[in-house]
């Protein structure tokens, strides 16, 4: 017959059992734990049942706030009533009128009193009404003058919920914390109901259960075995992943090699300039989805770590939006958390959540409560250096260990998350160098300074390695940002089946008007674009009826001498869907308002081109070649 370790609350109970008249079990008091006889498994309450009969006790009695005292080894339910108008009573009331009773009889044997739920015994659990502690303290003088050594056990689900009424008095409580399973105990487990798998089977099974309690770990286990007779060691820790993150295959080890090798080319389409930023992330990342991370840092680390800095406007949190899309197919799985609203030290507390007894703990955090929900994701912490120093001593805790614990006392693992720090540190004073190589490393040594002045040179050292430095955003880089938001303008407009081109001539004009480094890096650019596109198109949207499958050209923009756009060369197609009341059938009407001149457009059936649309009523496709250098 197997003989089990004692989880440590058993034997801190055993100790304290004789002495003490009150004992509170705090913490993960809805578990399955070794039996009493140490030969299995059983719940808590019956535990405590066959400890309590073992110790000599002939009447043990069981209570909870909802059901009233109850028979632990019958399946009926009763529901506890509470009275009402003015003779009704709290659960807590009841409790102590039954134990107050049976304590000033002489002839009643030892008795003891299992209360389930007690956390729910008060009507507000951190703010007793004044018949509420009076109960509590006729409870604790009954039990003190009892003369048969009768004693109260108390199952709370946080330690925090004890009453102040019964910490007041700690000579008659004892309060012992029931801990969740270790590794050892959670092996043990394994072991016990997975007797064929080997040792090391055992172990990575017990490894990957970290965050689950026993009795979530056997439903895990019973899961895996409804179709399979002796699930393998993979199916028994998908079910797991299951469980915990509510994906039964973990995205990181689903993402292909192809995709993987495409990766940099990925990044690059959509952010222009940064290639050193993009070749150390995408190393990165690729690490992460071949299990490299794994394999160096621990299974419990963050997939990855990375601060990106530069000025603003240079792709650092584009770059974090296009990994969290590239790998789980949605820019929001990106966590995004604005560093600027945690300047002051208190603010840090809202990461995870209020302590107990605070207004707001049970709303959790905002950081615990979003990993929580998607385990798997990106998450973006912005302009870190704005957040008050105190916010790197949660970020340590995570980068180093892959958890964190929220202010519930929920464990919250990280290590399907990949991090991305963003910050300014150092921008000001490179914007005046030459090269890029001297700018970076007046940013690292910036970045250096600030881990330093903040007595924070642990957390440095732990992050050095993953910081990238990222480029000014050049001529060169610009026109590259203009050629791809106009190409994302006639892409929205094809999302709504309509057609918008543009000559060269006009791709000529906005590249002179934004195609050009800004001090506000490629924002600044896009806006100037957009600000462009969306005077165009006023004159063209207050004059047609933008309807499915209509065609845009917009040929020239004039401006006067103050740079105010004053008309808008362009050539407008009515598409198929436009209304009438006659029942002739819909022709297209080609309703031109400046010609377009033929010298300045080529027409072709190519559709190579990023820059192309092909219309319904042709075959040809409509090209502007690039501008000229």
Known sequence: MNKFTKPIWQKNFAQVYKSSSIIALCGNVNDKYVSCDSDGYSGILDWL???????G?????????????????????????????RH???PIEILADRVTKECIK????????????ASFLNGDRYHPTPEENDAWVKLRISLNLCRNNSKLILLFNDAADVPGSLRASPDFLSQIVVTKPTQP???????YVLDYLFEDEVESVANAADSLTIARLEKVIKNACKNIRNPSKVNIINEINLEITGYSDNPWKTFSKEKISALKELLKAEIKGQDYAIDITSKKVGSACLGITDVVYGPHSPKGTLMLAGPTGVGKTELAKQVASILFGDENAMIRIDANEYREAHTAQRLVGSPPGYIGHEAGGQLTNAILEKPFSVILIDEIEKANPTIWDYFMTIIQDGRLTDGRGILCDFSNAFIFFTTNLGAKESSSCDTNEEASQIVRSSIESYFSDINRKETYGRIKSGIIPFNKVDDTVAKEIVEKQLNKIIANAKEKEYSIQFSDKFIGFVMDKAGFGSEYGGRDVTNKVNSIIEDAFEEIYLNHNITADCQIFINDIIENNDGEIVNVDYSFIEGTTVSTESNEDIVPKIDVIKPIHSQETVLTTDTSSPINETTNNSSWTYIPRRPRN
């Open 88 to 90: 009704k009573k709290r």
């Open 57 to 85: 006790y002939e009447n043990i009695e069981f209570f909870s706030p909802a059901k009233d005292f109850f028979d632990i080894h019958s399946e009926e339910i009763k529901l506890i009533d509470t009275g009402s108008g």
């Open 49 to 55: 049942y066959d400890f309590c009969q073992k110790s």
């Open 106 to 117: 002489n002839d009643v044997p030892s008795s003891v009193w299992v209360v389930e739920d």
């Open 185 to 191: 105990e959670r092996k043990e487990f394994v072991h």
